[in-house]
Every structure is written in C-alpha cells, then in structure tokens.
C-alpha cells in the first residue's frame, strides 16, 4: 500500500490523525476509539495485511476502500456487523 492511499483511506473514513514519528490514525464513534493505525513517514511501501487487520477489514474491504467504492457509511455499517460498535 502506497502512502496516498493510506492517506486516502484516513480522510474518507473520518479519521482522527496525530503527527509524530508516524502518522497516528484513530476512529472514533460516539466518543470511543474503535480501530487504530498508523504509517510511518520513510519511503516505501506500506504493510497491507497489517493496515487491514488494525482497521478490521478484509483483504477485499481495504481495496474497495482504497479504489474509492467503500465509503464512510459502509466502513461503519462493516464494524457494525462485526460487533465493534
């Protein structure tokens, strides 16, 4: 995974983001954190399974999320039937 699509995926979701070393990313939902990530600012790619698994996605959710087919909406209705809202 490429950094602008992380980047893209944090914005479409509504994440919450802090700089530091990486890049902190964090939903929250009615106050409560539900899924955390972050990436780190060097060069090169990032690690797929590992952004998949922190943000509770199948392999197949994150790259519709990464082309632009899953939206806010459906990332929430996702965590939703898993149980995490």
Known sequence: MK??????????FGMETRQGRDLLAWFEHEGRVIT????????????FVLIRKQLA??????????????EH????????AKGLL
Not at 3 to 12: G, L, M, Q
Not at 57 to 70: G, N
Not at 73 to 80: C, M, Q, T, W, Y
């Open 3 to 12: 950094a602008h699509e992380f980047d893209r995926i944090v914005n479409k």
């Open 57 to 70: 996605l199948s392999e197949q959710q994150l790259r519709d999320a990464i082309t632009c087919t899953l």
């Open 36 to 47: 955390r990530t972050r990436r780190s600012k060097g060069t090169g790619d990032l690690p």
């Open 73 to 80: 909406d459906g990332d929430v209705e996702i965590l939703r």
